[in-house]
C-alpha cells in the first residue's frame, strides 16, 4: 500500500512544460512574499539538500535556475534561491482549496509547513507557499458560474485510453481521501518492473524526478489537449519529444517517491482539470 496517498499534484506542480500560460503575476492581500537571494553550492551538496536548507519546493529552485536532467552541479556555481511566500487562511478554507489555489503538490504545501493529519487550519494561521502568485483565473472562474466537482464534466472520450498496466490491483482511487488529502488519479498495485504502456497515441513531453512525492514520472500529451500521468515507475524507457504509440512500453512498474511498494499512479488531464481515469479506460 501507499506510504503516503499517491497523485496528489494539481496540473501546474506537475514540471511546468505545459503549464507556463497558467501562471501569473500578481499578487492578493492574502499574500505575502520575501525576496529571493544566491547560493554558492559547496561540496557535498545537492539540489534536495539546498532546497531543504532554503525551505524551498525542489521544483521551483529547478524552474528558477532552468535547470535540467541529469542537475549535476559544480562547486563555486551559484543558484538563485525562488521567493518565498506566505497564505493567511481565510473562514471556510481547506488545505485542498488552498492547495488549488495555487496550483501546489498537497504533499508539499504539508511538507513545508509541518501539518499533521487531520490537517486542521486556523483563520490567521500563516501557511508557506509555492511561488508568489494565487491561481486567479481559476477563483473568477468560481465566482462566474456554478460550483462543480472535480471531473463533473465528462469529455467525449470516454472509454477510449487504453489500461496502462495489464493485470493490477487498484489500490487507491480517484477522489477525496480521509483528512481532505485528494488523489487525482489511481494507484495500480503490480509486480516490480511491469511493462507500463501508454494510454494513447501521444508525444512524451516530460520524464524525470521532478517532483520527489511522484519518483520517476512520464508525461504523455495526447491530442485535442488531453494528457496522461504515470508515476512511481522504477525505470522509464520512453524519451522525451518521442511520438510513442497506444500499448507501447514507457517504463516499468516501480516504487519510487512517496510510496513503499511497487505500484503505478496514472491520472487523466485536460487542462487545469483531472478526471476519473475508471470512466475512460
Known sequence: MCGRPGGL????????ILARSLSSKKTDSTTTVISGSDHMIQKGQTLYSIAQLHQVPLEDLIQQNNLSAPYVLTVGQTLKIPKASFHIVKPKETLYSISRLYNMDQ????????????????????????????????RKRRKSGPKKTIGS???????????????????SRYGIKKGGIVNDGINIKAPLNTPV??????????????????????????????????????????????????????????????????????????????YDPLNYI
Open 9 to 16: 499534484a494539481p496540473w501546474s506542480s506537475f514540471p511546468r
Open 107 to 138: 504533499n508539499t504545501l504539508v511538507t513545508l509547513n509541518n501539518l499533521q493529519d487531520p490537517y486542521r487550519l486556523t483563520i490567521g494561521q500563516k501557511l508557506r507557499i509555492h511561488g508568489t502568485s494565487p491561481k486567479t483565473t481559476f
Open 153 to 171: 464534466t465528462l469529455p467525449q472520450r470516454e472509454g477510449q485510453f487504453k489500461k496502462p498496466v495489464t493485470n493490477g490491483q487498484i489500490i
Open 197 to 274: 504502456k501508454a494510454a494513447e497515441n501521444g508525444r512524451v513531453v516530460y520524464t524525470g524526478q521532478s517532483i520527489k512525492s511522484f519518483g520517476n514520472l512520464v508525461l504523455i500529451k495526447h491530442k485535442r489537449g488531453w494528457v496522461t500521468a504515470y508515476a512511481h515507475l522504477s525505470k522509464i524507457t520512453a524519451k522525451e519529444n518521442m511520438e510513442i504509440k497506444r500499448g507501447q512500453v514507457l517504463g516499468m512498474v516501480g516504487k519510487t517517491g512517496f510510496v513503499n511498494s511497487p505500484q503505478l499512479h496514472f491520472e487523466i488531464r485536460k487542462g487545469r482539470k483531472t
